[in-house]
């Protein structure tokens, strides 16, 4: 049970910190902070598919089930964004 309050706070400081640190980055660098973002969702479904291979108790399996489809979800979502905005700064002769 201490794991997993040590986990909790750990993932409450660093929302904390991430929102703290992200709404002051100015909108031309948001692209390659989204970039670094969407590998930090990937080690978190590393992480996540981690946990099930020890024991665990169904509460930390939920909660590994939970983590895995959201990191998954950021993971896919902040890809597809990165992609269609990268485009953007393409010229007309690369999209043929």
């Known amino acids: 049970m201490l794991d997993l309050a040590i986990m909790l706070a750990v ?11 992200i709404s002051r980055v100015p909108p031309l660098l948001h692209t390659p902070l989204m970039s670094m973002t969407n590998a930090v969702s990937a080690v978190t479904v590393i992480g996540a598919l981690l946990l099930f291979a020890v024991e665990t108790t169904g509460l930390e399996k ?18 597809t964004i990165t992609d ?3 485009r953007l ?6 999209h043929q």
């Open 11 to 21: 993932l409450v400081c660093s929302f904390i910190i991430g929102y703290l640190l």
């Open 62 to 79: 939920a909660l590994g089930v939970f983590a895995l489809i959201t990191a998954t979800f950021n993971l896919v979502g902040g890809f």
């Open 84 to 86: 269609r905005m990268l």
């Open 89 to 94: 700064f393409r010229s007309d002769e690369h």
